[in-house]
Structures are given as C-alpha cells and as structure tokens.
C-alpha cells in the first residue's frame, strides 16, 4: 500500500517540488514490464503529467515504454474526456471559436507540436509546468502554419474585423454551468461560509456583485433573457454591461469558489458535491483529497 | 503578441499554474493580473481552465466532440509516430538514459535515412517538401507497399533535386517493407495498417488539394 509522502513544514513550491521527486522515485524501472503495467494502473493523482514527461524524456524515443507514456500523457477517458490535455483542449475550443477556427485543426496542430518538442530541450519546462507548456505550444503551433496575425490562413476561414468590438462570438455559445446538487443543510452553511471567503478575496468589484447575485440566490439566476415572474436576470442587474462580461466575470469566480472547495483541508464534502466538483472540469489539475489529508 | 510579450505570458501561467497544482493557491492569479494588467484576462482564463470546464450548448459540445474524436483517432494511428520520428537522432539517443535504445527498424527507414543525411529535424524536412505533412511522410516511411509507383518515384525526385541526395537512395528505403519488423518489435497492438493507398491518404492530415494531388499520381 502506498505511503503518504511526508509533507509537513515545506513551502507549497518546494513541497510541490519534492511530492514530484518522489513520486517520480516511486516508478517502476522505466525499463520494466511493472513501469507499463503501473502506466495502466496508477490513478491520475499518483501520476502526475510532470512526472510522466519526465519519465518519457528518460526514455529513447522509439521505445515501447516511450510509446506508453505518451499513449497515458495524451489518454483520453471513455466518457471523453482527456486526462491530462483538459486545460489546453479547453483552451483551444475557446479560441476556435473567438477567431473562428477549425477546433479539430487548431487542437491536432498543438498536439502534433508538443508531440515534436517534447523530448527536446524545451520538453525540459513541461517537466515543471505541463499545461502553461501546452497552451504556449498550441499557440506556437497556430503561429507556425498560419503566421503571427493569420495572414496565412486561407481567406474563407480569415476573421472578418468587426466594427463593433463589444461583440463577443463566445457570447451566444457559453452557457452558465449547471449549479444544482442535493445538499444537506450543513452543506450549506459550509459552503456558504467557503463562498463569503472567496467574495472577500476577490479584488476585482464587478466579479464580486456578479459572484454575489449568482451565489446567493435560491436557484442560479439566468444571465439574459425572460424568466419567470420575480427573478431577473443578471443583465437587468448589471446594466452597463454585456452578456459576455458577466459571463466571464461568473467564470471567473465560479473558478476561485471552485477552487476554494477543493483546497480546503476541512470540508468533508458529501459525494453528491464531490461529484459535481467532479463534473465542473479539468479536475486533473487539482490536487487530490487524498494528498491534501495527509498535510492536515 | 511578440515572442517577448508570450515568453513573459508563459511564465506567469506556470506559476499560476505551480501555485495551484503545488500549493492550492488561487490567488496568485489576483496578483499576478494586477501586476501586470495586459494580460489580466489571459491568466484568470488559464486559472478557470485548470479548475472548471466552461458549459456550452449541446450541439457546440458535440461539435466539439466529434472533432476531438478525429484527433483522439489521429493519435492512435499516426500522431504518436511523430514524437518518435522526431525525437529518434543519434544525438537524442546517445543522451538519454540507456534502457533499449537500439530498436529494430532504428536507422533502417526513409525518414532516419533523410534525418541523417540533411541533419534536420522531421518538420524541417516536410516543410521543403511539397504537398507534404509529417503524418504523410511517416506513414509512406512505414507502409510503403501501399503507396503507387509514381508517388514514390515524386517523393524521391523531390528528396534528390531538394538535397541532392540520390534518387536511388532513397527510393530504396521505399521499396523495402519495414511493416514486418515494426510489428514484431511492437508489445502491444498498433492501431489497424493502412490497406490502400486512399486510407493512408485518409490518415495523413492532407488538405484536400493535397491529397488530390496524391490521388492523381495513383
């Protein structure tokens, strides 16, 4: 049975440092049939990207444990999604549709780049910062096959210049998340204390009235539109601004309280709202329950 | 954005990145964003990439869906080849650590051939050849069987007239069958060979010019 690796009294940074050491130390001989086996078995928070980039870079390229550990890095579950790619695949999906993109050609061109500078010396940051290096590299890819500005592109895919910048094309594409789980009443009074924490850490004052109108009310109000008699959306609320802005702005806080969920070392969450942690996204990136209980 | 403007961007992402994956940090990206305003909205995007998922109609979801179905089956069948293909020089080898660094086939198809005798990288190479993708390459590198006369016969007269390499040369790495080999130094299933010369064409990320233009050499 794995032991928990000992954590206490170390900075995050360094400790984030040394739980990748170690779980790197903790694989099998990279030349082994236990390293492909472990490469099928382990759980995405025992194996982190970091460590599996390190691993691959030991690796000669051709190899078969090479060949795993990419097959584990790029895994895509059944349910669809990817492993380890959800920050970048999200990433690119935004930006096909921002510049009017072709989603599948935008995202197969950064993975081919990252696929072709890994093992080089500019795979040595993604030992570190796997998925800033996947956003860069879907951006030097796009650069690369269609110039710095698109003037590359054929013309039937070029962005046409709009004179009014206040349109967003996320605008009629992004929906607010769906927000509803069975709680118990001790839930709440949990997460709404979490929540008023994360409102008071929030600088930005636009994002914290849009933070506080989503959050607080009985049911998760619409941003635009008609709705029934006695609710109003959240443009009604927040006259000067659009659609896309208190979209964005919602994001970002359903982020931070997301965020402040998952890192908080005392709420034992029940498995409906772990569940629904679950589903609001990249949860690859989070740091697991399991570790966090063992720096309590 | 200059390349300065997205070095600078890509580091503040990683440690936005670090202080979340390390040390559940969500704050950083307040800071951050303050200090440096340009690119306020780019790292509290990245920072709501790494915990949520945004929501989006069904019928975008599905698009979306279905075209990551097509890179996921792009990986599977000749996306990870291109991480070999690429990383697989002598010198990359020589300084990694050692676990079985002479595979079979090392050395023994067109694309090592050219990677040798440009000393280029493999998008380097593709990239002055015409009407060619690396997935193209690597695929006529691997199936030549399936791959008509006189394609072949275009490749390596491009390859010659580009590199001054012998057409000889290299159309003898293209009428060897290195599938064998391959195979047999393979644990575990690949995903299914080409048959044809259209279903290589079909995996080879072609634009439809290109591959028409690959199509009338049959």
Redesign the interface.
């Known amino acids: 049975m794995e032991q928990p690796i000992e954590t206490e009294g170390e ?3 360094l ?3 040394r ?1 990748y050491e170690e779980r790197y130390q903790r694989l099998p001989a ?2 082994s049939d236990e390293y ?1 086996a472990y490469l099928e078995s382990a759980t995405t928070a025992d194996l ?1 990207p970091q460590v599996l980039v390190r691993a691959y ?12 550990t ?2 584990r890095l ?1 895994r ?1 579950f059944p349910n ?1 999604r ?1 492993e380890y790619l ?2 970048m ?3 690119a ?2 930006q096909s ?1 921002i510049m009017k993109l ?3 050609d935008l ?2 061109e950064g ?2 780049r990252i ?6 010396e500019r795979g040595k ?1 993604a030992e ?6 996947c ?2 590299e879907l ?2 890819a796009w650069r690369e096959k269609h110039g ?1 500005r698109g003037e590359r592109k054929p013309k039937e895919q070029q962005v046409e210049a709009s004179d009014d910048d206040s349109i967003d094309p996320l605008d009629s ?6 927000w509803h789980v069975s709680l118990r009443p001790n839930d709440v009074n949990k997460i709404e204390k979490v929540a008023e924490q994360v409102l008071a ?3 930005d004052e636009f994002v914290k009235q849009v933070a506080r109108e989503a959050w607080f009310m009985n049911s998760r109000p619409k941003v635009s539109g008609k709705i029934a008699d006695g609710d109003r959306p959240l443009t009604s609320l927040f006259p000067g601004k659009k659609r896309h802005q208190i979209m ?1 702005a919602l ?2 806080a ?3 309280l ?3 969920l ?2 908080d070392p005392t709420l034992d969450l029940g498995r409906d709202i772990e569940t629904w942690l679950q589903q ?3 949860n690859s ?3 697991s329950r399991k570790a ?1 209980e063992t720096r309590k | 954005m200059n390349e300065n403007r997205t070095e600078l961007l890509t580091q503040l992402l990683a440690q936005i990145e670090c202080a979340w994956t390390d040390g559940q940090d969500r704050t950083l990206v307040f800071k951050l964003a303050q200090q440096h305003p340009e690119f306020s909205e780019e790292l509290h995007e990245f920072f709501a990439d790494l915990v949520v998922d945004p929501a989006y109609p069904d019928e975008v979801t599905n698009r979306f869906l279905e075209a990551e179905d097509r890179v996921a089956e792009w990986l599977n069948q000749s996306g990870f080849d291109v991480a070999s293909s690429v990383a697989a020089s002598p010198k990359d080898t020589s300084t990694s650590t050692s676990v079985d660094a002479a595979t079979p086939e090392y050395g023994s198809n067109l694309i090592m051939f050219l990677k040798r005798q440009t000393k280029n990288a493999l998008p380097n190479i593709v990239r002055r050849l015409e009407n060619m993708t690396s997935e193209y390459l690597i695929l006529v590198s691997r199936h030549p069987q399936v791959v008509p006369e006189r394609a072949k016969e275009f490749i390596a007269k491009q390859i010659e007239d580009v590199w001054g390499i012998s057409f000889g040369d290299s159309f003898h790495f293209l009428t060897a069958n290195p599938h064998a080999v391959r195979a047999a130094s393979r644990s575990s299933p690949f995903g299914p060979e080409p048959r044809t010369f259209e279903e290589l064409l079909k995996r080879s990320d072609l634009s439809k010019e290109q591959m028409s233009f690959w199509l009338n050499l049959h």
């Open positions: 900075s995050p940074l400790m984030g440092q739980v990279l030349d492909l982190p870079r030991q690796l000669p390229p051709k190899s078969t444990a090479a060949e795993a990419l097959r790029f895509r669809k990817w959800g920050p695949v999200s990433y999906r935004r549709l072709d989603h599948e995202l197969s993975l081919r696929l072709e500078v890994l093992h080089g940051f570190r910062s796997w998925h800033a290096f956003q860069h951006i030097e710095r594409c992004l929906e607010v998340p769906r850490s929030i600088p964005r994001r970002r359903d982020a931070q997301v965020a402040a998952h890192a609001q996204g990249a990136t989070r740091p966090k």
